[in-house]
């Protein structure tokens, strides 16, 4: 199903939510989030829209390949890239339970509060977008980076 043609008016919307939600976020940890989530999530299309766009804006392949392994891996990422990735996995699995104390402290450390409040927006988005990728089928491969996301 095409739903933002069917729905335009909540793809707009979406849309908007993006654009306000990842103003003032790293580029780099915004796309890292975008990817851990839709790995999560199993969301082939913008696990295909987010890695390009991180390619083009200059990440490296490797850490992106070893996103899925970051526990193991964390010696290719910050403190700061670390605690964002982990949130995001609270976050994203949150009928798992509640985001830990832990995480979210981890991250109010690395982020000031303008900061966390922008990046938990921009972990939110990125978990509806895939709930939509996700459930309508949308198919991956197509995406090609122009500098704008969804």
Not at 46 to 72: P, Y
Not at 106 to 126: G, M, N, P, R, Y
């Given at each position: ?45 913008c696990l295909d829209m987010h890695t390009k766009d991180a390619l083009a804006a200059g ?6 390949v070893q996103l899925s392994a970051w526990e193991e891996s964390r010696h290719f990422y ?31 450390a690395h982020f000031d509060e303008a900061e966390l409040a922008q990046l938990i927006a ?29």
């Amino acid at each position: 199903m095409e739903w933002a043609k069917h729905a335009p008016e909540v793809y707009k919307a979406m849309l908007q939510l993006e654009k306000a939600a990842k103003k003032g976020v790293d580029p780099v940890v915004y796309e890292l989030v975008k990817i851990r989530a839709s790995q999560l999530n199993h969301c082939a299309f913008c696990l295909d829209m987010h890695t390009k766009d991180a390619l083009a804006a200059g990440e490296s392949v490797e850490r992106i390949v070893q996103l899925s392994a970051w526990e193991e891996s964390r010696h290719f990422y910050t403190e700061r890239e670390l605690a964002a990735i982990e949130l995001t996995e609270a976050v994203t699995v949150l009928t798992d339970g509640f985001v830990p104390d832990a995480v979210y402290e981890k991250a109010a450390a690395h982020f000031d509060e303008a900061e966390l409040a922008q990046l938990i927006a921009s972990i939110t988005t990125i978990n509806a977008w895939n709930r939509f990728g996700v459930t309508t089928r949308m198919t991956p491969g197509h995406y090609k980076p122009t500098g704008h996301q969804h």
